[in-house]
Structure formats: C-alpha cells, structure tokens
C-alpha cells in the first residue's frame, strides 16, 4: 500500500505528462492562487468560474493561463481535494461518506475512485489497515 504523498508538493501542481522542471518565476503564480482559493474555499461550490471572478478574470482568461502553467483546472482541484482529505484524516478518522461531502463530491463513489486513485488502496482497505 502506498501512503498518501502529499498533494500540493510542487511537483503534484502539474500533470505528470509535464516534465518542464518547475521555475521560481512569475510562471506559476495564476496556478498558486488558485490553489490558495480551493484550499481556503467550499469545494462544493467553487467552479472554475467562481474562482475566475475572485481572481478579477473571465473562466476562459483562467483556462488559458492554466494552461501556460501546464495544467487545468480540474487537476488543481483534484489536488487541493487530496491534501484536504490528508488534513482531514490525519486529525481525525471519518466516514468516506463524510469526506466525500467536505471535499465537494457528489456521489461518495465518486470520492472512493479519487482516494483509490490517490493512494493506490481502496478507502475501507486503507482503514482496516489503519484501524
């Protein structure tokens, strides 16, 4: 089984098929204040237009410069869920159920793919063994 790796280390903020290494310039700025809104923010409710307008831009300016970034929306999202479910499970155990609806899902199926995708493990094998 593999641990959960964290999901915001710099290299998890692109796409694995990128491997442009990661610069210390204004590149990558767009892609670090969306993840400050997702990992601030309701994950049920923030789509990518609603961060677009709290980042004072259209959801298509967004998508373009995430895409200068070498990544997506949903990838960021994906991860900013990720390390809220780490977070979350490292304080206390709780029902898939329960994180499922916390991280914005909506269908717990839907979560228990994600987790399953996250750590290689599925959710009630990952309790059992921690449990």
């Known amino acids: 089984m593999q641990p959960m790796q964290s999901a915001i280390h710099p290299q998890a903020r692109r796409p694995a098929h990128t491997n442009t290494p990661l610069r210390n310039d204004t590149q990558y700025r767009t892609t670090d204040r969306v993840l400050q809104i997702l990992l601030g923010g309701d994950l ?18 967004l998508r373009r410069r995430l895409r200068l970034d070498h990544t997506h929306y949903q990838f960021l999202l994906d991860r900013a869920r990720q390390y809220r479910c780490e977070q979350a499970l490292q304080a206390t155990w709780q029902p898939g159920k329960c994180l499922a609806d916390e991280l914005g899902y909506l269908e717990v199926n839907s979560f228990y793919r994600a987790f399953r995708r996250w750590t290689g493990v599925g959710f009630s094998a990952w309790k059992a063994q921690r449990h």
């Open 44 to 61: 049920s409710r923030l789509r990518v237009d609603s961060v677009a307008r709290q980042l004072g831009m259209s959801a298509t300016t």
